[in-house]
């Protein structure tokens, strides 16, 4: 069989190749019941934000309006769960189908992930009950906003990961009985033949909204600081949103396979390693010229703690780079699990950098998150864990055959 | 991929990108003031600095006196917020002394209506930037666009309102002028049409060179403001708190680019029915019956 | 010669008053109630009119201190101005008859000026137990209130104890004291309260009526505008004091002795309705309460007078900004250091425990081959 035609063995309701399964088990233990308790204190945090008002729960202000729900929640949060965007350029439009069986674990951690995004935009926004205005309010659209184009967006991409990862819900309940069952069967076929055209969105959608997330920080002129802002914010964010989404499939598969008993997708991973190089080479030479071009080198050096985070960036982008130049580092998951972890930090950090350390609206304002800000932002992070954990234990998600007892 | 299904992906996209550049791209002309536009003119040297425009802000406004910081005594304020949509603040560099009246400054082309995703911040009558709430999330991007750090937000409440100076838009409605230009006593502060507030405003210029600072700040500034400053000379409109803006309308960059990117809306057709048929190619190249 | 007959300022000449004090007083009078300076000309054409207005004075639950204030003034022009512009027909306390002459006299003024009289009521009405704890001739206060009252041609209530019940009324108000108005419901009673009211409110109120017929603009409590609109605070000689924040702490101290701002010290002038400080008493200049350096009472206000503490501090009804202005660019307030705390724990745990799982996946690996 050849290798391109192996990723679509789905067609047929049953991939063997890939042989997706549930790892099955309980899913109460101790790891996830802890995070159940940092999701209920997150719970309370978010009751309270809506009882008391954001005043009261965050660390916002006139002068910092923006923290970390936005820098990290939805900016930084989104761009972790691009793994299914980053794969579905390798493996549907580049054809290199061996990367298939990460497709789906990819799927589920951007569901996921762009779920969360949504619940903390949600919570953040303070005047939340207009928020299904915005899609249906289409004569009122400031086409001019980027922000606009990001909530329109990332709306319809979550349903587009929800048909994708359709199957692999479908795949469990159309063997049962009941609504669910019958609905699953009979929707299925349609859903596969769809199928092509909504990974085309799958790949139109998250391209668009990443760069426009890129592009909501060219409004702020004079606050965004030099180091940071850029005409070409756009293209920086879109180039490092694809390492970024490679390096989080690399951190899930080796997680996975290390807690979930599953095999080791190694050769997959180390090759998927070098597009992580490539989109990280190729976003640091860009930053570099344009800092260069625009004059702004200087602030590199001179601009004290901005200097600083600057340097943290280029670190944390650059050694992951290094690391993975040897081809046995490749091989070698723990490296590989290193550099990924590295530039997963890096582009959080970026964003960390252009959305709030780099954003400074004059003397006299200062921003730290308070405490149910920082409740929210871990329970947001424990319940995607949660349900991310429940969900390979119930449903064919991961790929290969088991190879031990799941940890987890 | 091949080179043919490459070639009929291209054509597929070519085919899509001609059908979509029937909507119409919406290109970046400089803005300028409406015909009727009207605007404060700020003399900071006739300003004595007796709040008498703050208080009356806040009585036409209906806000609440915030007497919390004073324990009961006052009604303070340190900055434009959520109850305060004007504020008298004091420049003081050693014998360099000078009042400032921070309010909206009511842009030409502004960052917060270029930034609202639903269109709630808008220039309505007479060029007035104004807020309606019922098409805002409150996602406070209108705060972090604009330069002046103007819009602000009431975080003490359950159902927040974006609060900033709207010209008492409704005080015209009834053939009234502004509050804080009604009562200011040495009419440091004054109404009328913005063509004829930045007239006057050069002319104060012109005479008397040996007062004002060379440039009245909100001319150009930002694409133009139709709240003009003057400053005394040797106070800079920086030491009162006026960014150096330059004279490129907040949003103009980032609508170039989008509008660049976004044009017609060509590219996110092409790119989808690009990526759409290559994916549908390469599943149906797959042996017939697809399967392991 | 009937006292009708003679020119008025002729007649104040022949007790002393020249023409000079006669326009100072009525100029100052007119003014301190918003009346215009061409009165004087029109006052003096009344006072010559045949008939002055008529004026029953009744006292009851009450010190007369009101009457006194009225009469202890440095110039006799001015009790001697309001006495010759009226014709005072009953007064209990300046009488020189008593006991049956005086109720005679008061019956047939009464008879005489009907429904044309002007009713001043000094001194609370007692309500409780049929109004027993204040009879005069055998009657008690309520009756004769509602007799005299019945057919007055204007009724004023002067001092705190006729408007709302003053000090008589203070907790627990064992004889049930009301001020003029509750009783007489229904009819417009101008009151002008204070404790003692201030002469020159009545005084410009009495000018009104007599030469233009009118009673003042009057609020919801029948306070006449012109004296009662607003609160000492907005008035106040010591307000720039408040402004910049100089208080007096303590009585002594080197605030008081400078003239400092009372609030602190339980200064009624923010919620209280009344121009003492505009106009002081006795017709010397600093004659009132904060004047002496003693904080307001709010002895105008029923809320307040006789039922909050002495050196109780009130709210400001009206806040305004300070003397202060914040800078070009304020401090907004800082970071939480326990939030920090637990931010740098967490973020802290997270990258170790990733560097060190790593690193220890790493080790295995290099130690045996990796599964394919």
């Given at each position: 069989m050849s290798a391109s035609a192996r990723h679509f063995d789905v067609v047929e309701g049953g991939d063997h190749a890939a042989n997706y399964s549930p790892v099955g088990g309980p899913v109460l233990n101790r790891f996830t019941r802890l995070l159940l308790v940092v999701i209920a204190l997150g719970g309370l945090a978010t009751a309270w934000r809506f009882i008391a008002g954001l005043g009261a729960t965050t660390g916002l202000s006139d002068g910092y309006p923006w923290g970390i729900w936005i820098a990290f929640d939805v900016v930084t949060g989104t761009a972790l769960a691009t793994g299914g965007y980053a794969l579905a350029l390798l493996v549907y439009i580049l054809n290199r189908g061996q990367y298939h069986p990460l497709v789906r674990p990819a799927i589920l951690t951007s569901a996921l992930g762009y779920s969360m995004a949504g619940l903390a935009i949600t919570i953040d926004v303070g005047r939340y009950w207009n928020v299904w205005k915005i899609p249906l309010f289409w004569g009122s659209w400031n086409l001019n906003s980027p922000l606009l184009e990001v909530a329109l967006c990332v709306m319809a991409y979550i349903i587009v990961l929800y048909l994708e990862l359709a199957p692999a819900l479908m795949e469990k309940w159309r063997t049962g009985t009941g609504p669910l069952a019958s609905i699953s069967r009979s929707a299925y076929p349609g859903l596969m033949k769809a199928l092509p055209w909504i990974i085309g969105l799958g790949i139109t959608l998250p391209t668009m909204h990443q760069s426009s997330l890129g592009a909501v920080f060219l409004l702020p002129v004079l606050k965004a600081h030099k180091l940071w802002h850029t005409p070409l914010l756009p293209f920086l964010f879109l180039v490092s949103v694809l390492g970024m989404g490679y390096a989080v499939v690399i951190i899930e598969s080796t997680l996975s396979a290390r807690f979930f008993g599953r095999k080791s997708e190694g050769t997959m991973l180390a090759k998927l390693s070098q597009w992580v190089v490539y989109s990280t080479v190729v976003f640091l030479v860009v930053r570099w010229v344009d800092l260069i071009a625009r004059g702004r080198l200087g602030l590199a050096f001179t601009d004290g703690m901005y200097s600083v985070f600057f340097w943290a960036e280029m670190v944390c982008f650059v050694m992951p780079v290094v690391l993975l130049a040897s081809p046995a580092r490749r091989a070698n998951a723990g490296y590989r699990l290193m550099a990924a972890l590295g530039i997963g930090f890096a582009g959080a950090l970026y964003r960390f950098d252009t959305y709030l350390v780099g954003f400074r609206p004059g003397p006299g304002w200062h921003y730290f998150p308070a405490v149910p800000e920082l409740l929210v932002t871990f329970g947001i992070i424990a319940l995607e864990t949660f349900v991310y954990v429940w969900a390979v234990k119930r449903f064919p998600i991961l790929g290969g055959a088991p190879a031990a007892k799941a940890k987890v | 991929m091949d080179r043919r299904s490459f070639l009929k992906g291209v054509a597929v996209a070519g085919a899509a990108g001609a059908a979509s550049s029937a909507v119409p791209a919406a290109a970046r002309e400089k803005a300028t003031a409406p015909a009727d536009a009207v605007g404060l003119l700020y003399d900071a040297t006739l300003c004595i600095g007796c709040k008498t425009c703050v208080v009356k802000c806040r009585e036409a406004n209906g806000m609440v006196p915030q007497t919390k910081a004073s324990g009961g005594l006052w009604d303070q304020q340190t900055d434009l917020d959520g109850d305060t949509r004007n504020v008298i603040k004091l420049f003081k560099d050693g014998e360099r002394t000078s009042f400032m009246k921070a309010q909206c400054m009511h842009c030409v082309d502004p960052g917060c209506v270029g930034a609202c995703m639903l269109g709630s911040l808008q220039k309505r009558e007479y060029g007035i930037v104004t807020w309606k709430g019922d098409l805002c999330i409150g996602c406070r991007y209108c705060a972090v666009a604009c330069q002046y750090n103007v819009p602000k937000f009431e975080w003490w409440s359950a159902t927040p309102k974006v609060v900033k100076c709207e010209l008492c838009s409704h005080r015209l409605a009834e053939g009234k002028q502004p509050a804080c230009t009604e009562v200011c006593p040495r009419k440091a502060v004054i109404f009328g049409k913005h063509a004829d507030l930045l007239a006057q405003a050069k002319a104060r210029v012109a005479q008397s060179p040996g007062r004002y600072e060379p440039k009245v700040f909100g001319e150009t500034d930002g694409g133009g403001t139709q709240v003009l400053y003057l400053s005394k000379k040797g106070v800079s409109f920086e030491d009162l708190g006026l960014p150096n803006v330059g004279d490129e309308p907040t949003p103009a960059l980032a609508q170039t680019i989008q509008h660049g990117i976004y044009k017609g809306f060509i590219a996110p057709v092409a790119l989808f029915a690009a990526a759409g048929f290559v994916t549908w190619r390469n599943r149906n190249k797959g042996e017939p019956g697809g399967g392991a | 010669m009937p006292d009708s007959d003679v020119n008025l300022l002729d007649r104040l000449e022949a007790k002393g008053v020249t023409r000079r004090d006669f326009m100072q007083v009525v100029t100052v009078a007119a003014a301190a109630v918003g009346l215009p300076m061409t009165l004087a000309a029109r006052m003096a054409e009344a006072a010559g009119r045949k008939r002055k207005p008529s004026v029953i004075w009744l006292h009851f639950q009450e010190c007369t201190g009101c009457s006194e204030s009225l009469l202890r003034t440095a110039h006799p022009a001015l009790a001697n101005l309001i006495l010759d512009l009226i014709s005072l027909d009953y007064h209990e306390t300046l009488f020189a008859a008593a006991g049956y002459q005086a109720e005679d006299a008061l019956r047939s003024a009464m008879k005489e000026n009907e429904g044309k009289y002007v009713l001043v009521i000094e001194g609370a009405i007692p309500v409780k137990d049929?109004?027993?704890?204040c009879k005069i001739g055998g009657r008690t206060a309520l009756d004769i209130v509602n007799d005299v009252a019945g057919k007055a041609g204007a009724i004023i209530a002067i001092g705190s104890c006729a408007s709302?019940?003053?000090?008589?009324?203070?907790?627990?108000?064992p004889t049930g004291a009301t001020g003029a108005p509750e009783v007489l419901k229904g009819k417009t009673v101008v009151t002008l309260p204070g404790c003692p009211a201030n002469p020159y409110n009545f005084l410009g109120t009495v000018l009104q009526y007599v030469t233009l017929g009118t009673l003042p603009e009057l609020d919801s409590l029948g306070r006449p505008m012109h004296s009662y609109a607003r609160v000492i605070h907005d008035d106040c000689p010591r307000r720039a004091h408040f402004d910049a924040g100089r208080f007096v702490e303590k009585f002594g101290d080197a605030g008081h002795r400078q003239g400092w701002c009372l609030y602190k010290t339980g200064c009624k002038g923010p919620q209280t309705h009344a121009n003492c400080s505009l106009k002081h008493f006795g017709e010397v200049e600093g004659a009132w309460p904060i004047g002496i350096g003693h904080p307001c009472f709010g002895c105008t206000e029923k809320a307040i007078g006789f039922r909050v503490p002495l050196h109780q501090t009130v709210e400001i009804s009206r806040p305004v900004p300070p003397d202060t202005y914040p800078p070009i660019h304020a401090d907004h307030g800082g970071v939480s250091p326990l939030a920090t705390g637990i931010a740098g724990v967490v973020g802290g745990i997270a990258i170790g425990a990733g560097l060190v799982a790593s690193k220890k996946m790493a080790a295995e690996q290099d130690s045996h081959r990796e599964e394919k």
């Open positions: - | - | 049929g109004g027993i704890y709302w019940g003053g000090m008589p009324s203070a907790d627990p108000n």
